[in-house]
């Protein structure tokens, strides 16, 4: 079975915290994404890395960094965490190999944090 | 540019009774799409997905889609819901690399 994991199901930091959102996907997929979920606004992507080393902006980067020094690992950072960054926070990796898994997201559990 | 309408927010129904979520999407390119699961405090789980071929797509827990390319539409279906179908659920299109999802349907199901 594909697995995403992320390092916390649940976060309180204090505002201007600097935040490790850590992520890691067992199954060699190239592509790796970092969404924030808010009630109403479904999913927004904040980045996503398609190599190693190698990152994209998403819709909303304002305030986030990342970081891919292995395939397996996808990291989020919040360099001042604030208030507004308050939420839930989910990763995902795919593949780009053809067949059944051509394009499908699989995602982890989900990392619940709160600033405050 | 390419985007995604889930015209419903909640869905209440009645236990046994079928159900449909509607989903709209827009692209000037090919897309893959999507129906996502998502139970409390989880991450998202895939139901079904479309990529070419048949224009009915059949999914894991009893769902199903059809992909109409005339109308833009990709609506999830069951034909008898239980209590476990709670949850909300998500469309979503893909490109290359990225992904658009709509902002959710929560389906309510109730005894």
């Known amino acids: 079975d594909v697995k995403v994991t992320q390092s916390s199901r649940y976060l309180v930091k204090r505002t201007g915290e600097k935040v490790f959102l850590e992520c890691v996907q067992d199954?060699?997929?190239?592509?790796m994404f970092w969404y924030r979920q808010d009630p109403g606004l479904g999913l927004r992507l904040i980045y996503f890395s398609y190599d190693v080393k190698m990152k994209e902006k998403g819709d909303i980067p304002e305030g986030y960094s990342v970081s891919r020094e292995k395939k397996e690992r996808f990291s989020l950072i919040l360099e001042s965490a604030s208030t507004n960054q308050t939420s839930m926070y989910l990763c995902?990796?795919?593949?780009?190999?053809?067949?059944?898994?051509?394009?499908?997201?699989?995602f982890g559990p989900g990392t619940r944090l709160t600033v405050t | 540019a390419q985007s995604v309408t889930q015209l419903d927010s909640q869905v209440p129904v009645f236990e046994e009774a079928p159900v449909e979520l509607r989903c709209n999407y827009s692209s000037s390119v090919s897309v893959y799409l999507f129906w996502y699961v998502q139970y409390p405090n989880q991450g998202l789980q895939l139901l079904l997905k479309?990529?070419?071929?048949?224009?009915l797509v059949k999914g894991i827990n009893g769902f199903e889609a059809e992909f109409n390319k005339s109308q833009t539409s990709f609506h999830l279906r069951k034909p008898s819901v239980h209590i476990s179908d709670t949850a909300e659920y998500f469309c979503?299109?893909?490109?290359?690399?990225?992904?658009?999802f709509g902002t959710g349907t929560r389906l309510k199901v109730l005894a």
């Open positions: 979503a299109v893909s490109g290359t690399y990225k992904y658009i």
């Open positions: 479309y990529l070419s071929g048949s224009t």
């Open positions: 995902a990796s795919s593949s780009l190999t053809a067949g059944e898994l051509s394009y499908e997201q699989y």
């Open positions: 199954m060699d997929h190239e592509n």
